[in-house]
């Protein structure tokens, strides 16, 4: 073998390699996007378990287990005006609803959780709180309280659920729970979720 024909052995081995380098950088790069991507939308991430604020040992005890209710959206179950509290008769059994919580931020949610939150709610009332007509203000929210009827002194769990890719959302995302209840002052009842949607 000539000169020549050894250099230009050498030179087609040298080109080879960098086309193989070449290739394998743009592959990486590639791949890299791939995952830079489905980092960002949350792909790799767990959702978190359903949140609840403040301490528990602060809650009146949980009520004896009773009939749930489950709520979802259901326009019909929204009063056309908000009920007016009422003043109940004297020396009666009242029931007194204790909100400590009305509303929660979830922060950052990748569009492909779905996150719950736990809203307690409580009676320090002398009568059985009695909750009905649970409804939330999109198909996205599901709500279920753990008893519909709360003796006095209890409380029942509000689980708040919003699964955010229901709809193609992204951004700053609010959504609202109501219910009615046999409290004379607090007939109807707004608790709310917000977040922002990441996709």
């Known amino acids: 073998m ?12 040298r080109d080879g390699r960098w086309r193989w380098v070449t ?5 990486a790069a590639v791949i890299g996007l791939i995952v830079l991507n489905l980092w960002r939308t949350g ?8 949140s609840r604020s403040g301490d528990p040992a602060s809650l009146l005890p949980l009520a004896p287990a009773g009939p ?4 979802g959206h259901d326009p019909a179950l929204i009063p056309s005006a908000t009920p007016t509290p009422w003043a ?18 979830f ?7 779905t996150v719950s939150h736990i809203f307690p709610v409580q009676n320090r009332g002398t009568a059985d709180l009695v909750i009905t007509d649970l ?6 929210t599901t709500a279920e309280l753990s008893s519909a009827v709360i003796p006095p002194g209890h409380r029942a769990d509000l689980t708040v659920t919003f699964d955010a890719d229901f709809h193609p959302v992204k951004g700053p995302v609010t959504r609202l729970v109501w219910f009615a209840t046999n409290d004379p002052a ?14």
């Open 68 to 71: 749930p209710l489950r709520g």
């Open 43 to 50: 792909a790799f991430a767990s959702p978190p378990s359903p």
């Open 186 to 199: 607090h007939p109807w009842v707004e608790v709310r979720i917000t977040g922002t949607v990441q996709r």
């Open 135 to 140: 409804v939330t203000s999109c198909g996205c």
């Open 107 to 113: 922060g950052r949610i990748y569009a492909r959780w």
């Open 88 to 105: 109940p008769p004297a020396n009666q059994p009242v029931p007194q609803l204790d909100l400590p919580e009305v509303e929660y931020d």
């Open 23 to 27: 290739a394998g950088g743009i592959a």
């Open 2 to 13: 000539n000169r020549k024909s050894r250099t230009r052995s050498r030179r087609n081995r």
